[in-house]
């Protein structure tokens, strides 16, 4: 079996499928570690093969255990109607009705293959995708407004980030089809997120223009984009664009340490945390930063609680805050958007009973919940399996969590530019009380904008991981 990365907790437990007696299945299970110890070697043993049949009965009988919303699955489910475990995952997301709310609220629940999953959780892979088998080119692409399309985001170990290419660059042609607007989503995901290559011609803010072959590929991530700190009318403002909660867990928390000892030692009063595309990632190093930022008075507080369904709730859990570093800060920033989900919303969720929490942006995901990988053949599959909520007891934002000011991403600046629409709007607020000008683009979107960029943001990953 793979080398499994995971942050702090690993488990062993045998699942049999009693209703036929026919298979044993070796599922990881609770045996708390160390906090800094990442990885886990798994015994060493041969896995005898597993037929589709009952690799299928084995994902279901063990989301009728697991899943948070287990009794809602009928008994007539069959799983072998079902291509593979990531699609049987899929198919019992409308079997999760919450109170309070009149649609299903699992968007979330899916399968991947070992292999896969070992090398993105690692930070050894791309973190785009759920589907990436063989990695990919390295960016994300949205749209500004109709028919300008814009590269969000660019790993910097990736194809793209190799190539030069930079966030505001604006994609004019793909594979020298130059009908690049909302009507054509299927075909921008099938050729920057799907594709084996892709020939993109880019427009750069200087206008001149190039066409930079790609081919995918894995790499190394490198979730800390960009942290620098701004001295604006004698404040000194930080400002961090953290682009996601799961990697090498040792390097985040040694970027953590460089990063706030930097902040403290530049007599940092304010701090703005970039999340709009940060789509979650492991409890554990949301727990590592909220730690760095929550303020001294709050150490020893309840950051959070973990709640399973009533089959184990043996497992639930309530972690306390240990307050790390010497920021002393009784507000926080985050710029956010509907990419910001899971460990990202999981973080400013745990703050807010302690600190007065800022949003700028667009409405979060709305993903309160979270699972962790089960492995059943070749396949990990990750079923909703635990709901979070903060010391008030606050959580079950399944529509999102709202912003404090509605502020357009600024797709045609790059990290860091002051002029960028949503750093601009919270910086103002630091120095002034008020967000932005009038004139300023709001968040909201055309309905054809918004239907475009919703189809190119359903393939990137939000996940929030928890250890059992």
Excluded at 371 to 396: A, D, H, L, Q
Excluded at 407 to 426: H, I, M, Q, Y
Aim: aromatic share 10%; net charge positive; hydrophobic share 40%.
């Amino acid at each position: 079996m793979p080398t499994i990365i995971s942050p702090s907790k690993y488990y062993f437990m045998t699942f049999r499928a009693t209703a036929l007696s026919l298979i044993t299945l070796t599922i990881l299970a609770a045996c708390k570690k160390d906090k800094q110890e990442i990885v886990a070697t798994t015994p060493v043993v041969t896995p005898s093969p597993v037929n589709d049949d009952v690799l299928k009965d084995s994902a279901l009988l063990l989301a009728k255990d697991i899943y948070l919303w287990n009794t809602q699955i009928p008994a007539t489910f069959n799983a072998r109607t079902y291509d593979d475990p990531n699609k049987i995952m899929e198919a019992i997301r409308p079997y999760s009705i919450e109170t309070g709310f009149s649609q299903p609220v699992d968007r979330f629940s899916f399968a991947m293959k070992k292999t896969e999953w070992d090398k993105m959780s690692a930070g050894m892979s791309s973190v785009a995708t759920a589907t990436s088998a063989d990695g990919d080119f390295g960016l994300t692409v949205f749209f500004r407004v109709e028919g300008d399309l814009r590269v969000r985001l660019v790993e910097p170990n990736s194809p793209a980030g190799k190539a030069g290419i930079h966030r505001g660059w604006r994609i004019t042609k793909i594979n020298a089809n130059s009908n690049i607007n909302t009507g054509n989503t299927s075909f921008i995901v099938d050729n920057i997120y799907n594709a084996a290559s892709s020939s993109i011609t880019f427009q750069k803010p200087d206008a001149s223009v190039v066409t930079i072959d790609l081919s995918r590929a894995h790499y190394a991530t490198k979730p800390i984009y960009l942290d620098t700190v701004y001295n604006i009318n004698n404040k000194k403002i930080g400002y961090l664009v953290f682009n996601s909660f799961l990697g090498n867990v040792n390097k985040m928390y040694s970027e953590f340490q460089r990063v706030f000892s930097s902040f403290t030692g530049q007599g940092v009063s304010d701090v703005i945390i970039d999340l709009r595309y940060n789509g979650g990632g492991y409890v554990s190093v949301q727990e590592r930063l909220a730690n760095y930022l929550i303020n001294p008075a709050a150490n020893g507080g309840i950051m959070m609680k973990q709640i399973y369904n009533a089959n184990n709730s043996g497992q639930n859990e309530t972690v306390k805050f240990t307050k790390t570093g010497s920021l002393n800060m009784s507000r926080i920033y985050f710029i956010v958007g509907r990419a910001t989900a899971s460990a990202s919303e999981l973080l400013i969720n745990n703050l807010k009973p302690y600190m007065e929490v800022k949003l700028v942006g667009g409405v979060t995901h709305g993903k309160p919940v979270g699972f962790y990988p089960i492995p059943v053949g070749e396949w990990y599959v990750f079923p909703v399996s635990f709901r979070t909520t903060n010391k008030n007891g606050e959580g079950n934002y399944f529509n999102g969590i709202p912003v404090n000011s509605s502020v357009a991403d600024g797709l045609d600046k790059d990290w860091g530019d002051l002029n960028e629409t949503s750093l601009a709007s919270a910086i103002r607020n630091i120095n002034s009380g008020q967000y932005r000008v009038q004139a300023a683009p709001s968040y909201n979107e055309p309905a054809n904008v918004a239907k475009g960029n919703q189809v190119l943001e359903e393939p990137l990953l939000k996940v929030t991981i928890g250890e059992r």
